[in-house]
């Protein structure tokens, strides 16, 4: 009597997941973690138990974010290797040093740091008096998501006055963006649903218009009567070990024509930039 071949784990699972997300065959994943695709494929059907360093290997050969590796190790029975702190965490002090010495010498212009869900962690007054100006004389919510903010109805949606092609350029960003190409479950969701939104919809499927003389998409917003242009430029920590500090960005938006960076200071300081 034969016996039948043990039923995958969690952990097998979420290889093939991995697997089939990065395009990966057992031969690729065996030659990059180094061991051999009969050893993947037994781990992958539950024949086989790896070690906590094996897991790390086969995680790393996936590019498989640190958050992500946590539940790696965790569905191979051992605990999470990689902290997952708050900003505001001892732990994180330097990165959190770092960011608001960022933030207070972009000032006036505006200038945000955003977790993986695309919520503000920490925003400089630049940024604070712009939200404030579009949500005027309403409150700027206390838990903002910059993705909702711009493509659900809303003060911030009302006052961006090229929000069709805002829209599509910043939902591809969104997964370009993501931690290893890859959107979390949260986020992914958030992005389905606004992608499912009509308008939204309409926009994604009408052919892309002619690009215009700059290489990026501006936000254009409509503040007080005036017209205020920005583009943003994105920065990650390096080498990062935490998931927290993988998951953070600071984004800088700066002035995109010459009446934007002449004008926008008066709004912040009431001085005007020489």
Known sequence: MSLAPPAPTALGHLL??????????????ASEAETTPRYVSFVETGRA????????????????????????LLAAGYAPLYSAVPLASPLLERV????????????????VVLDRSWYVQRANLGARVLFGRLFAPHPVPETANVLQLII?????????????AAVPALLDRAQREAIGGVLDKATAEL?????????????LTHP????????????????????????????????PIDVTAQELRFEAFFPADDATRATWPSFVTGLQVP
């Open 208 to 239: 892309d218009l002619s690009p215009g003389a700059a290489p990026f998409i501006d936000l254009h917003f409509e503040v007080d009567g005036a017209d205020m242009r920005f583009f943003s430029v994105v920065s990650t920590i390096g080498t």
């Open 16 to 29: 093939r997941h991995w697997r089939s997300v990065r395009a990966k065959s057992q031969l690729d994943l």
């Open 96 to 111: 959190e040093r770092a960011f608001t010495s960022m933030l207070a010498q972009h000032e006036p212009f505006p200038a």
């Open 49 to 72: 138990q790896p070690s906590r360093q094996m897991v790390v290997r086969l995680a790393r050969a996936l590019e498989v974010p640190l958050r992500e590796r946590n539940e790696l």
């Open 152 to 164: 659900e109805p809303g003060p911030v949606r009302d006052h961006l006055r090229n929000w069709p």
């Open 191 to 203: 992005v389905r649903d606004l992608r499912a939104r009509p308008e939204v919809a309409a926009l």
